[in-house]
């Protein structure tokens, strides 16, 4: 029997779909609604870069308009529906997931234990108890809280005092949890203190984790490699995605299907009978002009966004500004089912000022265009604040030959 394949226009739609960028902008981005988006997604990434809205805004934003920053404060902080810790990154994940991620906490402790004394300040090992007593004892605690005396850090990002070094490890190891952020600061307490009983108590063994993280990828990636579906969430190794593949192949779970990529070369890859039989039922992409943050998960994989989309991203922060081929902070710009463009705009004041749009290749920028990203800015001037609007002269850039 010949493989299933799907030609690159459909692999694109089913793919988009699964990430709620076909779905009309219906919702509140409140409550329930935003509860159900989040699980949809799997994770939002969570940045500290603000130039226009952090990552994590932005992604929601993108699919419910109307969505608002308070909305995910809320999630976490108070409705206690959504935890932060890591997937490939920092995130914010629907609580429900929780149990699940005791088998990264356990990995991620062994891996920190095995590298981070070769990357981190010494004496954070010795810390780690005081830490969790000043946590215990005084409640919800911020990387200024602790370590008075300790010499701060002065050579980048990762040059935390040992105290802060022994914030993380708790965190990241899962005896703390974050309970909110001020200003963006993180502020831990005891786990048992904020993740609600039936998560905090509930028990999965390995090879039940293993089979969730796998199967809930895919349903969120539509198809994929054993890497590929192994790395969205980040707790898989990947033997163990290779295994778990292998196994459901021959059970019938999953079958490979060739799909047919931006530059017409075919992939073999997994899916499943449940979502080719719903191929039907995908909605058609509209006309509207999407901003996207970076980090978005429909790009978070730059390599098989490059693939299947024929874009080829890269953030240009850590470039030297001479060297720079579009910008510090650039967003990716979608239409339909098609990545057009890329924007560099950041909020100055109450504005937003638009300094480039550089079309892609064999994108033409006619007036319906140009209207489609005015009318997009304008949208997202109500999420950031801003009620006016700045053209650079020369803003709208030639496409690349």
Not at 222 to 244: L, M, P, Q, Y
Not at 392 to 397: C, K, T
């Amino acid at each position: 029997m010949s493989r299933p394949r799907l030609d690159n226009k459909t692999a694109r739609r089913l793919f988009l779909d699964r990430h709620l960028l076909l779905d009309p902008d219906t919702g509140s981005g409140r409550a329930k609604d935003l509860e159900h988006v989040l699980e949809q997604l799997g994770f939002v990434q969570v940045d500290s870069v603000n130039t226009l809205a952090r990552a994590h805004d932005l992604i929601l934003w993108s699919r419910r308009g109307r969505y608002r920053p308070s909305a995910l404060e809320r999630l976490v902080a108070k409705r206690r529906s959504a935890f932060e810790h890591w997937t490939h990154d920092a995130a914010v994940i629907p609580m429900k997931f929780y149990p699940m991620w005791r088998l990264k906490f356990e990995r991620d402790e062994a891996r920190m234990q095995a590298r981070w004394p070769a990357c981190r300040r010494e004496g954070w090992r010795d810390e780690l108890d005081t830490v969790l007593s000043h946590v215990a004892e005084r409640g919800p605690t911020s990387s200024l809280d602790v370590g008075a005396g300790e010499a701060k850090g002065s050579s980048g990002w990762w040059d935390w005092h040992p105290s802060k070094t022994a914030l993380e490890f708790l965190w990241r190891s899962g005896r703390l949890a974050i309970c909110h952020r001020q200003g963006f600061r993180k502020q831990y307490d005891l786990a048992e203190r904020v993740i609600p009983p039936e998560y905090l108590n509930a028990r999965r063994s390995d090879g039940e984790i293993v089979d969730w993280a796998m199967s809930a990828a895919l349903d969120r990636l539509g198809f994929g490699t054993s890497g590929e579906i192994a790395a969205f969430f980040e707790i898989v190794r990947r033997d163990e995605a290779k295994a778990w593949c292998t196994a459901a192949l021959e059970e019938g779970r999953l079958i490979e299907v060739d799909v047919e990529m931006a530059d017409g070369r075919t992939r073999r890859v997994f899916s499943s009978e449940a979502a080719l039989e719903g191929l039907g039922d995908l909605p058609q992409p509209s006309s509207r002009i999407r901003i996207l943050s970076p980090f978005d998960p429909a790009l978070r994989d730059r390599a098989r966004a490059e693939g299947l989309f024929g874009f080829h991203y890269r953030i240009e922060i850590f470039v030297p500004e001479a060297k720079r081929r579009y910008g510090y902070y650039v967003f990716p710009v979608m239409q339909g089912d098609r990545l057009i463009g890329r924007l560099d705009a950041r909020r100055d004041g109450s504005r937003i000022a638009v300094r480039a749009f550089w079309p892609e290749a064999g994108i033409a920028l006619g007036k319906t265009r140009e209207q489609g990203i005015m009318a997009e800015l304008r949208r997202l001037s109500h999420l950031v604040g801003a009620d006016d609007l700045r053209l650079e002269p020369g803003w709208l850039r030639p496409a690349p030959s």
